[in-house]
Every structure is written in structure tokens, then in C-alpha cells.
């Protein structure tokens, strides 16, 4: 492949990579809250080609790319109800106020659960008594 062949490629790449969606990650429903994580996103790239003589004194060409990213989370969007807040990561207690989040959320993720088994529980008790 040429060197334009490389950049084409490399191009091409990283495009389907860096969508939206790389950057502003899916909602998260916990209950009455929804998580948006916000994606911190850096990259670099190159590209290089060359030619030279071979063994047999042939003239051949060579050429390569390559391309490094990081990504790690950099804040939370944290919204609950008509309230809306922003829970950087980068800094220890934020990441203290999300680990004593946790257990909080799994309770309400619990409860969830638990309501839509009884709602489903209900439907079928009703189901029979209807067919009975």
C-alpha cells in the first residue's frame, strides 16, 4: 500500500472510531437519575514513507502509519430530575463521592426490579383469575 493508501486508511478509521458517542457516552437510568458520561478523547498520528536500494541494488519502496489513542472518562453528567449537575473525575473526592454512590444506586436498581416482578406477578394472578 502507499503512503496516500496508508493516510486514506488511517483516515477512514479513526472517522467510524470518533463518533458522538465516543465523546458523550450512552445515558445511564438509574431510577430517578441519569448518568451521562463524558469522554475525554486524545490521539496522535503518523505517517512515513521511504525508497532505497535493495541487496540486489533494485530500487524498492516502503512506507507505513500508525496511530495511538487515549480515552478515559473526564466528568459525569449527573441529572436528576429538573436538576442538573457536573461530576468531574479528575479530582480524588469526585471519584470518593462515586464509589459512595454505588451502594445507593444497586438499592434503587434492587427496588426497581423488584417492583417490575410484583407488576408482572400481579398481571399474572389477574390472568387467572379472569380464565378461572
Do not use: H
Amino acid at each position: 500500500m502507499n503512503l496516500e493508501g496508508n493516510i486514506d486508511t488511517l483516515f477512514t478509521r479513526l472517522e467510524k472510531f470518533f463518533r458522538t458517542e465516543t465523546v458523550v457516552g450512552e445515558p445511564i437510568e438509574i431510577g430517578q437519575i441519569t448518568l451521562i458520561p463524558i469522554i475525554n478523547v486524545t490521539f496522535g498520528l503518523g505517517t512515513g514513507g521511504g525508497s532505497g536500494l535493495n541487496s540486489d541494488a533494485k530500487e524498492e519502496l516502503g512506507g507505513g502509519a500508525g496511530v495511538g489513542a487515549k480515552i478515559s472518562p473526564d466528568c459525569i453528567v449527573v441529572v436528576k430530575g429538573d436538576e442538573v449537575s457536573l461530576l468531574p473525575l479528575n479530582e480524588r473526592d469526585s471519584l470518593d463521592k462515586i464509589i459512595e454512590m454505588v451502594p445507593g444506586l444497586l438499592k434503587k436498581i434492587k427496588k426497581s426490579d423488584d417492583k417490575n416482578q410484583d407488576e408482572k406477578n400481579d398481571e399474572r394472578y389477574n390472568e387467572k383469575l379472569n380464565n378461572a
